[in-house]
């Protein structure tokens, strides 16, 4: 079985200040896990994804995420957001087992960048 | 990075009436496509997987004869909703994913269904 939780419904956050979305997952084997971000009426961009290797990940706009077996988790970051960075954030993952093709999905956070 | 693009990006049709949905791949061969349906501000609900060549896998309480999947090219999928009626509008969006095991899924733009 393969989950992500993502605790918060909304982030807010002053433009210029740190950025943190946070994610958690759980799976019987080794993750994938990707982060991506959804603008109104728009599919879902790839954000970043970690496969193996470093566990911190460098994505697009500025993205960031660390993965932390211990703790299970894969949070987003970036160190100073934009307005336009308001948007819907969705972590997934994909347990490496076998034949495993499906993504699994938060529920999704919504970030709101303040001016 | 990739592109995958649908069309049509909006279609209204009146209850009864059938609506095919087109998803491309335009820079890569996407060996596994999937369909998603998404809610207002909610996630996606997967709906099916289809890899080239092959019958789609419906996810359970999908109706495979509703929405029928076909998978004909690796550049390309359509999602067909036959007898479409009023519970069927949402926004469909779908998403493909080349050969390797660590490739990424991209997704489309997303197609807005509204029945009347």
């Known amino acids: 079985a393969q989950s992500v939780a993502q605790p918060e419904d909304q982030v807010n956050v002053a433009e210029g200040n740190p950025l943190t979305v946070k994610c958690t997952y759980s799976?019987?084997?080794?993750?994938?896990l990707f982060w991506y971000v959804q603008y109104p009426n728009r599919g879902l961009q790839f954000l970043l994804k970690?496969?193996?290797?470093?566990?911190l990940v460098k994505g697009s706009y500025g993205f960031e995420a660390e993965f932390n077996k211990s703790q299970t988790s894969f949070h987003l970051k970036k160190p100073s957001a934009l307005v336009s960075d308001s948007a819907l954030y969705f972590c997934?993952?994909?347990?490496?087992?076998?034949?495993?093709?499906?993504?699994?999905f938060g529920k999704g956070n919504q970030v709101v960048v303040i001016p | 990075g990739a592109v995958v693009s649908q069309h049509p990006s909006r279609v209204i049709c009146k209850s009864g009436t059938s609506v095919k949905i087109e998803c491309r791949s335009l820079d890569f061969q996407a060996t596994t496509m999937f369909w998603y349906r998404q809610f207002p501000k909610q996630s996606l609900m997967l709906m099916a997987t289809?890899?080239?060549?092959?019958?789609?896998?419906?996810e359970q309480g999908v109706e495979k004869d509703k929405f029928l999947i076909n998978h004909a090219s690796l550049t390309l999928s359509t999602l067909t909703v036959t007898s479409a009626h009023p519970e069927d509008s949402s926004f469909y969006i779908c998403?493909?994913?080349?050969?390797?095991?660590?490739?990424?899924?991209?997704f489309g733009p997303g197609t807005r269904l509204t029945v009347l």
């Open positions: 997934a993952v994909r347990d490496r087992s076998y034949g495993n093709n499906r993504l699994a």
């Open positions: 970690y496969i193996t290797g470093d566990n």
């Open positions: 799976v019987s084997g080794n993750p994938y």
């Open positions: 289809s890899n080239e060549g092959s019958k789609a896998t419906y």
């Open positions: 998403s493909a994913r080349g050969g390797g095991v660590t490739d990424t899924q991209y």
